[in-house]
Nanobody
Framework: QVQLVESGGGLVQPGGSLRLSCTAS????????IGWFRQAPGKEREGVSCISSSDIKTYYVDSVKGRFTISRDNAKNTVYLQMNSLKPEDTAVYYCARSPASYCSRVMSYWGKGTLVTVSS
């Protein structure tokens, strides 16, 4: 069964950094686009970033542009989300998800269980 496992969340002060990891198992990450999403308490889930299978295209929601960077290491079957200059409004459960194709899609096939990021002083 396809699995995606997120890690790297935690408590960080405003202005701090975290790196989230999304490790895939039982499928080869190389062929698929991977996205990061987040859901804050009382809010709808939103797309944060996405990277195509070939690294040619990356996407970011406006609120994280210039602060977050998505990358992938196919040899480790892992996608990363480097988050810098974190703000309290970045507090959310972060999920990674697999696109059904090599390009980023609004509809994702598989989801991880999420990792909590809390930005607070």
């Amino acid at each position: 069964q396809v699995q995606l496992v997120e890690s790297g969340g935690g408590l960080v002060q405003p202005g701090g950094s975290l790196r989230l990891s999304c490790t895939a198992s039982r499928f080869t990450l190389d062929y698929y686009a991977i996205g990061w999403f987040r859901q804050a308490p009382g809010k709808e889930r939103e797309g944060v970033s996405c990277i195509s299978s070939s690294d040619i295209k990356t996407y970011y929601v406006d609120s994280v542009k210039g602060r977050f960077t998505i990358s992938r290491d196919n040899a480790k079957n892992t996608v990363y989300l480097q988050m810098n200059s974190l703000k309290p409004e970045d507090t959310a459960v972060y999920y990674c998800a697999r696109s059904p194709a090599s390009y980023c899609s609004r509809v994702m096939s598989y989801w991880g269980k999420g990792t909590l990021v809390t930005v607070s002083s």
